[in-house]
């Protein structure tokens, strides 16, 4: 057998942002139905370990751009986490402070995370879900003359993925098929930038896109109000709490609005949370592949459509981010810090470096 062996990359870069994008498609060998191959996009290859670092980039050199954005001006965002990593990534890396406003409820590693990339963390109470951190960056952006992210509504967030996402997609998959493509939804960036380039030049490409079962809010019908910049205005009635951080909030964001009213995905299909840490687990037990409840819910929702997909039928699925930010979440519930009582068998077996009964 011959060893494996790496010849780097061809370049060197000149900042940490110009390793963003670029993530690899990885084919699922073990856990798929063998009449069909997936692929993953595996987007915790990223320099902050997820998605959102695309948009984060997108959104900073934007307003560097149009000159929204002054130097050395405060950015303030609301953010489940993984945007917030994100751009406390891009801040650093560029000299922008950062605040960003994030419930409670979300894992405790994402505002360590933050705070560990020099950003504050002003943390809203859980009962007022995601519209309640997204009105309290508004009030600081207003009183502070901060400038304000807004993921939820500015263009470069799906310009981004029209950009790069997109067209790596087309580029890993040129001569060859693609019958699926499956992803769910945060913002709604990666569903409207890339259908609009699958659209045009792989038509033949299934879109399927996907959000938690309890908060089914694109699934209801119901668009809730928003103001005339296009921020929403309301909590969704529709929405219940869930355990997919970093989808879905209690509100259809404008970006993700492009996709539903130019019916740029071919299928909408729920995911139970509960679903979704089961496939995360079997991805990183089976596939070596670690990533968070996002990814495994849309990847239990491809597991669902490959089941009566066509013989030789092609997916790729997005995994949005790695599982490291998930470690005080229910997906590691059940996994132990101490020896099992097979491991410790195991240790018993030679007679060396005992741990005692504790």
Known sequence: MTIRTTSGRGRRYDSILDTVG???????????PEHVTVYVKFEAFNPAGSVKDRLA????????????????QTVVEATSGNTGIGLAMVCAAK???????????????????MRFLGARVVLTPRALKGFGMYTKAKELAEQNGWFLASQFET??????????????????????SLDYW???????????GVSRVLRKERPETRI??????????VGSGIVNSRNEQNQPTESHPAFEPHPIQGWTPDFIPYVLQEAIDNSYYDQLLPVAGPDGIAWSRR?????GIFTGISGGSTFAVAMTLAQDAPEGSVMLVMLPDTGERYLSTPLFEGIAEDMTDEERAISQSTPTAQMEAG
């Open 95 to 113: 000299g922008y402070p950062l605040v960003v406003t994030m419930a409670d409820s979300f894992s405790v590693e994402r505002r360590r995370l």
């Open 22 to 32: 670029d993530t690899p498609a990885i084919r699922i060998n073990r856990i798929a």
């Open 155 to 176: 263009a470069a967030n799906a310009d981004i993925h029209e950009a790069t996402t997109a067209r790596e997609i087309l580029s890993d998959f040129d001569g060859t």
């Open 182 to 192: 499956v992803t769910g939804y945060g913002t709604g960036g990666t569903v409207s």
């Open 283 to 287: 991805l990183a037990a089976e596939e």
């Open 208 to 217: 399927i896109l996907t959000e938690p079962a309890n908060a089914a809010i």
């Open 57 to 72: 980039l997108n959104i900073i050199e934007a307003a560097e751009r149009d000159g929204t954005l002054a130097p050395g």
